[in-house]
């Protein structure tokens, strides 16, 4: 199991326990200076400050015990913030109705790579899309990056 499977399992089971939605985690930085990333919620999709820091150094320790990241790294705990990286089908699931930007491996349907839309739906292994009038279904496997927008 890699440093990115230990750390996930480990806030999996911290924000399980602490009844928090565990959005994402990233492993990242150079050999010897890691940065572990991982950003959590509550089911409302808030958390506040002081739940943000009893998960981190519960999960601190736990990296202590454990320790898969070779080096020293740096924990960085937070919410997955207004404009959030979608990755998974269950990140698209939740955040049905949301305004989105999504990059396309390849042009869909005659548009750029660059698709800006409203998730009308997400069931599978697709996206379905409203851009203005039209409704478009993109393969998850075609997404290359996506993120919601926060509109004022």
Do not use: C
């Amino acid at each position: 199991m890699g440093a990115l499977e230990e750390v996930r399992d480990l806030a999996e089971a911290v924000t399980r326990r602490r009844h928090l939605n565990l959005w994402d985690v990233e492993v990242g930085g150079s050999p010897g200076r890691s940065i572990v990333r991982v950003f959590v919620e509550g089911d409302d999709g808030k958390i506040d400050l002081d739940t943000v820091a009893e998960v981190a150094e519960e999960i601190s320790r736990g990296l202590d015990l454990r320790d898969p990241i070779p080096g020293a790294y740096t924990l960085e705990v937070s919410s997955p913030g207004l404009e959030r990286n979608l990755r998974s089908p269950e990140h698209f699931l939740r955040s049905v109705g949301s305004t989105v930007v999504v990059k396309t491996r390849e042009p869909l349907a005659g548009n750029s790579h660059r698709l800006d839309g409203v998730i009308a739906a997400a069931e599978g292994d697709s996206v379905r899309l409203k851009i203005g009038d039209t409704e478009l279904d993109v393969p998850l496997d075609q997404i290359k990056s996506a993120r919601t927008v926060f509109e004022w």
